[in-house]
């Protein structure tokens, strides 16, 4: 059943949900299959985290009711991060974590986090993995999914960011059964959508071709799968150092500006905006310092907002640099 937006009445039942201000469900359903959704807050009893005596928090990775509880309590960004195995989703989190234990990033600021643990742990893989050339990261298993929370004090407003993670297989599989898009919850509640090109496949032809495939593939199988609603995507080069050293860097990054354009040719509809991002997380050769271009993701995190109506991206085939930051237009009501 189709919601129509003019005449709902976004409310909730469950003091936790703000769909009021962003019309998602907390808890990543349908709103339609949501038993809560447009009831008053006061005229259902929904159970909520209340629990005799006192608990202690884990501060390892949320799960879908913790995370809610955050969203209800300040300003706050849920953040997806979507990428084939080993594409670098865990070690991009882990390093933007690392990089404010040494001061702000962009004037931002740590503030706190709730899953200490979890950071600590991802951070400790991903250094241990750093300027080694053996990987040794810890893979993000199937079925480990959750948030890290990050507190942050950006020019003196607080800000909560839960970021998602999931091993790639799992967003893998969605580009071969796009109905399983339905158990992303993360995705769909995402203020923002971040999507990862193994930087490392593009030195040779063959597993460059098969990364853009598996990109564009997953990005296909989100929107089949009615998880993609609009929000700004960033498209991120990860593991910008392997390209560094290769002769033929700059032939490599113009391939991933085509690519860009492509992407936003196939599926601009779908998303408010698409920014290209290159990123060093966790480099394996000092030809880059740890976390390059990390700074201008997390400002695009916290700053990129989705707009009511989706976009219409121009058919840009130009080399300046200016126009592959494809700005907000919104669809005409005959494009619509
Ligand atoms: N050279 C280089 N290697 C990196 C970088 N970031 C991550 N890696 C390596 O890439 C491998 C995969 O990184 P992860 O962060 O575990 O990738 P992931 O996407 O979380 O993988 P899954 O959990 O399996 O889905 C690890 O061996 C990392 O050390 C980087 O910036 N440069
Ligand atoms: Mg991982």
């Known amino acids: 059943m189709a919601i129509d937006a003019a005449s709902m009445d976004y409310q909730c039942a469950n003091p936790d949900c703000r769909v009021a201000e ?15 959704f447009g009831k008053s807050p006061a005229s259902d009893n929904v159970k909520t985290t209340a629990r005799p005596g006192i608990s202690l928090p884990s501060a ?58 979890a950071f600590e742990r991802a951070c400790h893989d ?10 040794t990261a810890e893979r993000t298993k199937v079925g480990q999914f959750g948030f890290y929370h990050l507190g942050l004090n950006n020019t003196s407003r607080p800000i909560d960011l839960l970021i998602a993670d999931r091993s790639g297989e799992e967003y893998r599989r969605v580009a071969d059964r796009p109905s ?21 496949r593009f030195l ?4 460059k071709h098969n990364a853009r495939s598996d990109v564009q593939m997953i990005l296909q199988g989100l929107i089949d799968g009615g998880v993609v609603c609009g929000q700004p995507l960033a498209l991120v080069l990860t593991k910008f150092d392997e390209l560094k050293r290769s002769l033929e860097v700059h032939q490599l990054q113009g391939e991933f500006e085509t690519f860009v354009k492509h992407i936003t040719r196939l599926f601009g509809a779908h998303f408010t905006q698409i920014l290209s991002f290159r990123t060093a997380a966790s480099p394996m050769t000092d030809a880059l310092p740890r ?9 695009f995190w916290i700053d990129a907002r989705m707009c009511e109506a989706p976009v219409a ?8 640099a200016i126009d592959r930051f494809h700005d907000i237009r919104p669809l005409s009501a005959s494009q619509a």
């Open 22 to 36: 962003t019309h998602k469900c907390v808890e990543g359903l349908e709103l339609q299959s949501c038993p809560h």
């Open 60 to 117: 390892e990775l949320f799960k879908a009711r913790e995370a809610s509880q955050i969203l209800k309590a300040n300003e706050s960004r849920v953040i997806a991060i979507i990428g084939p195995k080993e594409a670098g989703k865990t070690s991009l989190l882990a390093s933007i974590y690392d990089l404010l234990q040494e001061g702000p990033i962009d004037r931002v600021h740590f503030w706190r986090s709730r899953t200490l643990f």
């Open 126 to 135: 991903a250094r241990a993995a750093s300027q080694r050339h053996e990987p």
């Open 180 to 200: 399983e898009a339905a158990d992303l919850m993360e995705v769909r509640r995402a203020d923002t959508l971040t999507v990862l090109l193994d930087g490392a």
């Open 204 to 207: 040779d032809p063959t597993a």
């Open 291 to 299: 976390g390059y271009g990390v700074p201008e993701l997390l400002r």
């Open 313 to 320: 991206l121009p058919d840009v085939d130009s080399a300046r």
